[in-house]
């Protein structure tokens, strides 16, 4: 029994019942500073003056510094990987792997650039390692239609030979496979990349950056027998170096860090152009010190969640609101944790952040990052809780362990036609896949009785075996009882209609679904379809 199903009982009744930072403060006195000085030129004498002024600029010095101090909070990490196979600067970029069903199996998928692809479990245990390329940033999509099922897919960007390379995460073995169909090869001397899925089509891209400053968006597509091609749809320029970013499946903004200056925001879809807004610069006036490195977004429901940009000059991680403007949260480092015996992280490079319960060691979600000196041995990727990132802030960051932007977990739903002894006829047909927050259909076939009703009832447990006069009864009905429906029929077929509550909790529940059709010549009762719910 999974310890996040709720009870029936709650189910029947849930469902069938029927701040911001701290700038103003800073602003504001450089501009009481700045009047004071302004409005009154020091008419006492040279001395007095000077003072006056050395008073003035020391304090605005001291509210300056003890202002941006308050603004950056610090957390431990709870667990790192395993060290990456190569020496010197070779880890770079992560993308976290959610299971769709035991989240406490999710994956973390890490580049080393001078190598390969590393795949570690949340215990920071390096579980897979492909040696073919030199891969610098990674990100992942869920559900990409591939060979009749639903995939999740990781893309990264292979700088050797400039290639798009394409992996599906096996969820039973936990391990990647590539499914690229070719040799991808980019227009661009790929440097960083990152994936959208379009709110408005559902398409999946891929964005490719490069040194010079170009990108490119490539949309993805599934060849035939497994496998994955793409074709570009845009090109365009940023300015200079660029490499992290990360696109919002909801919103549709395309985030980009240009190294040195600071994070575009644009839209993501292909035909957006070249409409920009500069979120946060480096230098006087920005939260950032160059180079800006990976993006990455904490979805929370209703629109809410950050952005979070790793800001590798300063070691520090900075979080702003998803929502445009974006302004600025809180910015955060991580430091040693001597307890646990982990060290901090300086000079950051790649980052990734999911929202969703990861097991009780990451139940607020989890935040991981690259770390560019682990002591005594090569580069690693530091694994944090986001609860402790939430609590760490003042106020505290939202934590959203629920939400499911792209439907990450939960693939379960489906069905399966059951008939015992095989007594009743077959008659009772599912139309949909009972998804979470849609309605599920079913029809009822009572061709062969006068006109009269139908009627469906839904029970948390199967059942065999019970004979009585109108057939074998497919459902056990000292389960819980969940729902009934009864509507008319003419004599031929009629629809059933149930919506399903858009509860992650419910993912993986069986309801075990019986139909009658009452009319001359007698009641009969139908087939079963055993339900369970998924996304
Ligand atoms: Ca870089
Ligand atoms: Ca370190
Ligand atoms: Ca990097
Ligand atoms: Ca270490």
């Not at 190294?259 to 993501?268: F, K, P």
Request: with cysteine.
């Amino acid at each position: 029994m999974r310890k996040d199903r709720p009870a029936p009982r709650a189910f029947l009744r849930n469902a069938y019942s029927g701040f911001p930072g701290s700038v103003p403060i800073l602003s504001r006195t450089r501009l009481a500073l700045r009047r004071g000085v302004g409005a009154r030129p020091p008419r006492e004498g040279l001395i007095v003056s000077q003072r006056n002024r050395r008073l003035l600029r020391s304090l605005a010095l001291w509210f300056a510094a003890s202002s941006a101090q308050a603004q950056i909070v610090s957390v431990g990490a709870s667990v790192e990987t395993d060290p990456v196979p190569s020496s010197g600067d070779a880890a770079d970029d992560v993308a976290i792997w959610v299971h769709p069903s035991h989240p406490g199996l999710s994956l973390l998928i890490g580049t080393d650039k001078q190598s390969g692809l590393a795949v570690y479990d949340l215990q920071g245990n390096q579980r897979q390692f492909l040696a073919s390329g030199d891969f610098n940033n990674v990100d992942i999509r869920y559900r990409f239609p591939l060979a009749g099922n639903e995939r999740a897919l990781v893309a990264t960007g292979e700088r050797n030979r400039d290639l798009l390379a394409l992996f599906a995460v096996d969820p039973q073995s936990r391990t990647l496979q590539d499914v690229a169909a070719r040799d991808i090869v980019l227009g661009i001397e790929i440097y960083g990349c990152c994936l959208y899925r379009s709110p408005l089509t559902g398409d999946y891209y891929f964005f490719g950056t490069s040194g010079g400053g170009s990108i490119e968006q490539w949309r993805l597509f599934a060849a035939g027998g497994g496998r994955v091609d793409a074709v570009r749809v845009r090109a365009f320029d940023v300015g200079e170096q660029s490499e992290g970013c990360v696109a919002d499946d909801e919103t549709g903004y395309f985030y980009v860090a240009e190294e040195n200056v600071g994070i575009w925001r644009y839209g993501a879809e292909p035909g957006a152009g070249t409409g920009r807004v500069l979120v946060d610069s480096t230098g006087p006036g920005g939260e950032l010190d160059a180079d800006v490195e990976g993006l990455a977004i904490y979805y929370a429901a209703g629109g809410g969640g950050y952005l979070i940009a790793s800001s590798q000059g300063s070691s520090t991680f900075v979080v702003y609101e998803r929502a445009a403007p974006n302004r600025h949260v809180v910015t955060f480092e991580i430091a040693a944790d001597l307890a646990r015996g982990i060290d901090g992280v300086s000079n950051t490079d790649g980052i990734d952040v999911a929202n969703l319960w990861l097991g009780n060691s990451f139940s607020g979600g989890l935040f991981v990052a690259q770390d560019h000196t682990n002591p005594g041995s090569n580069q690693n990727f530091k694994l944090v809780s986001w609860r402790d990132i939430a609590a760490a802030a003042s106020p505290p960051l939202l934590v959203d362990n629920t939400y499911d932007a792209h439907r990450a977990r939960c693939d379960t739903a489906g069905w399966a036609y059951r008939n015992g002894s095989g007594a009743n006829p077959f008659i009772l047909t599912s139309l949909r896949r009972p998804v979470l927050g849609t309605t599920w259909e079913c029809e009822l076939d009572c061709a062969g009785h006068s006109p009269s009703s139908g009627f469906i009832a839904g029970f948390l447990a199967p059942g065999s075996g019970l004979f009585i006069r109108a057939g074998e009864v497919l459902v056990d009905i000292r389960s819980t009882h969940l729902f009934s429906q009864v509507a008319a029929h003419g004599g031929g077929a009629v629809r059933f209609s149930l919506p399903l509550p858009p509860d992650l909790l419910l993912c993986g529940l069986g309801i075990s679904v019986q139909g009658a059709c009452l009319g001359r010549p007698g009641a009969a009762l139908s087939n079963a379809i055993d339900l369970t719910l998924g996304q």
